[in-house]
């Protein structure tokens, strides 16, 4: 079975048109990688397909210059030079539309991101929702448009989970959030959980559990990617309220800018790696935190984190809810109520309540692990 997926931007930028090639690596860039790997293994070929990314190009260069082609871990990625100009509520109906065309004889269409399945998907075909994305209060939607807008940017988002012959979510909120805003449009939304790899992750066992009483020489982990949607500000001003807890970040900002200036926070252990190298930086880990604000599906990182028995600090955010038991396995706080700098430093002195989250975020973990993953998402290929 030949297979095309429609992918968000794996290349954010590339050689021919920003004068780099820059991959951004995140949970769905982790995913699609997995994912990938699966489809191979199964016997099936499998195509990517993405736009150009026009922020710092020129546009006219990137229609004269055409198709450009990509290699991603490989895989061939196939980058248009189909760029939507306007906020279409979201969507993407030229790149949707010039996707289309090219995956016409392919035998099954994967569209990476439900909004990218908008206005029109092709059968049979599989879309895939990370999270819900809408729900920050800054998003153009809550902030600009008309009552009459919204009602659009919703209808066009609920084609992504009714249009295809399955939607496949990566947690449980995302079903029960499209069954509270339209419901019995929820049906066609089949919930496989994110995973973890259980043989690659897991507890450093040469490791004594350090922190001192006052949390001296503790390390806090940022697994993620920097930006303010996952809680890159309250780590930040946590690293400056407790100076003497080690602060360390890995994971990259969305622009090169950004990155950059990351050098200039003295007080955070700033780095970032390819996913297969993560586990160094876990190692190093006493605590972790996946201080989600919004646009969160059940995190890779999460898993990973208690893959490695790790004591993790979380909100019950998004899909981040299908894997925690408050108390249990994490801590969980409420960031309307709650900062994230007491929060560190609070369970960096309850040496006896890591040791407990510990063992029983390994257990949770084993849960996830991708061999059900990998069983789940080949029940739903054979079924094309």
């Not at 990314?53 to 061939?76: H, M, Q, S, T, W």
């Not at 010039?98 to 569209?111: G, K, M, P, S, V």
């Not at 430093?345 to 063992?359: I, N, P, V």
Request: glycine share 6%.
């Amino acid at each position: 079975m030949r297979i095309a997926i429609l992918s968000s931007l794996i290349y954010h930028q590339v050689k021919e048109h920003h004068g780099y090639d820059r991959v951004v690596w995140g949970g769905a860039e982790r995913y699609m990688l997995e994912l990938c790997n699966h489809i191979k293994s199964l016997g099936h070929t499998v195509e990517l397909f993405q736009q150009i990314n026009p922020e710092g190009a020129d546009v006219n260069n990137i229609r004269n210059v055409g198709l450009i082609y990509k290699d991603f871990c490989g895989f061939k990625v196939t980058c248009f030079p189909s760029i939507d100009y306007t906020n279409a509520y979201g969507t993407f109906p030229n790149l949707n539309a010039t996707f289309n065309e090219y995956a016409e004889n392919h035998d099954l269409r994967i569209y990476f991101v439900t909004n990218l399945c908008y206005p029109q998907v092709k059968l049979p075909a599989v879309s895939i929702s990370h999270g819900v994305f809408w729900d920050y209060p800054t998003a153009v939607q809550n902030t600009s448009y008309t009552d009459e807008q919204k009602r659009i940017f919703f209808e066009r988002q609920m084609y992504g989970f009714t249009a295809p012959s399955v939607c496949v979510a990566v947690d449980y909120n995302v079903k029960n959030v499209v069954r509270a805003i339209a419901p019995g449009k929820e049906t066609r939304t089949l919930v496989i959980p994110n995973f973890v790899d259980t043989n690659h992750f897991k507890p450093n066992t040469t490791r004594p559990i350090p922190c001192e009483p006052d949390g001296k020489d503790c390390t806090v982990l940022f697994p993620r990617r920097f930006v303010s949607v996952r809680g890159s500000n309250e780590f930040l001003y946590s690293s400056i309220k407790n100076p003497h807890i080690h602060h360390l970040a890995v994971g990259q900002p969305n622009s090169m800018a950004k990155q950059a200036s990351m050098g200039a926070h003295k007080s955070i252990e700033w780095s970032h790696c390819e996913p297969k190298d993560m586990l160094e930086f876990y190692d190093r880990a006493d605590m972790m935190v996946v201080p989600t604000k919004s646009s969160e599906g059940l995190s890779l990182s999460l898993l990973e984190g208690m893959a490695c028995g790790i004591p993790i600090i979380t909100t019950m955010n998004g899909g981040l809810s299908t894997g925690i038991i408050p108390g249990y396995n994490a801590i969980t706080y409420d960031q309307d109520f709650v900062s994230l700098h007491e929060v560190i430093k609070d369970l960096a002195q309850e040496k006896d309540l890591r040791a407990k989250l510990r063992k029983n975020a390994v257990e949770t973990a084993k849960e996830f692990d991708i061999e059900g993953w990998k069983y789940n998402w080949t029940h739903v290929l054979n079924g094309f």
